[in-house]
């Protein structure tokens, strides 16, 4: 008989460890403020957690190279003009800053971009009826094909509206928790929907980018992480408007 938890791989293990480690320190009164500061490392625990071990294509890297460097620039408009995502200033939470933007902005775009392009594709392969073990990229032999001679346009549809929706839904938590975590605060009254609005917009234009030049076979990390990130920010919420 296999002892409870013996089917989760200790990568995964280590993520649980450091997130559960992570919700008690920023909801403890006596280590919030420390944990807060150290916000960068967890992010870039992230990225590492995901590609420690791995070698990922050559393609993967050009593509987030370039939503590293497109979002952080959006993300400095944004912050600067008002005329993105609406009026918005960053906090010290999320470490140095060049343009009134935190640098590491764009190693988040990245890493959530990856992370639901890959769900989406395992998204489809249930859908499609082929199960979760032939998930591929869009340069792979398995990949479901529908129309003679070429990629399924039906299935590239999926993947990217689906990544970019479950975008929306991580930034739907996110954001409650981040005026709690001093990441940012917004301007005038509570979250504007153009908000919402621009991070699909985006997500969506990233992803089109991903699925055409980026992708490559499925990395088993994405959706652990992905998943426990968003258990992450909905505890953080859900405590914050339990003690209020």
């Known amino acids: 008989m296999k002892k409870p938890g013996s089917h989760i791989s200790e990568p995964v293990k280590i993520l649980l460890w450091v997130y559960g480690v992570g919700v008690a320190g920023m909801l403890l009164p006596f280590s919030r403020d420390l944990f807060i500061r150290i916000t960068p490392l967890n992010l870039l625990f992230a990225a590492a957690f995901l590609f420690f071990g791995k070698k990922p294509h050559r393609r993967v890297w050009i593509t987030g190279t370039g939503i590293f460097i497109v979002s952080f620039l959006v993300e400095a408009v944004g912050v ?8 918005y200033v960053y906090g010290h939470t999320l470490g140095p800053k060049l343009l009134n933007t935190p640098v590491i902005i764009g190693l988040n775009w990245f890493v959530l971009i990856y992370c639901t392009n890959i769900i989406g594709r395992k998204f489809w392969e249930v859908v499609a009826g ?6 591929t990229s869009a340069y792979g032999q398995k990949s479901v094909i529908l129309s003679a001679g070429g990629r399924s346009f039906i299935q590239s549809i999926f993947v990217v509206v689906t990544g970019s929706l479950l975008m929306v839904a991580y930034d739907l938590l996110l954001e409650r928790a981040a005026i709690r975590l001093d990441m940012w605060t917004w301007s005038g009254d509570g979250i504007p929907f153009r908000n919402y609005a ?21 990395n088993e990390r994405a959706l652990p992480l992905f998943a426990v990130q968003m258990v992450f920010f909905a505890l953080i919420v859900g405590f914050y408007a339990s003690v209020l």
């Open 130 to 135: 082929g199960g979760s073990n032939r998930v």
């Open 80 to 87: 600067n003009t008002g005329k993105i995502f609406g009026e």
């Open 198 to 218: 621009a991070w699909f917009l985006f997500s969506l234009l990233f992803h089109i980018a991903v699925r055409l030049w980026g992708e490559d076979e499925a």
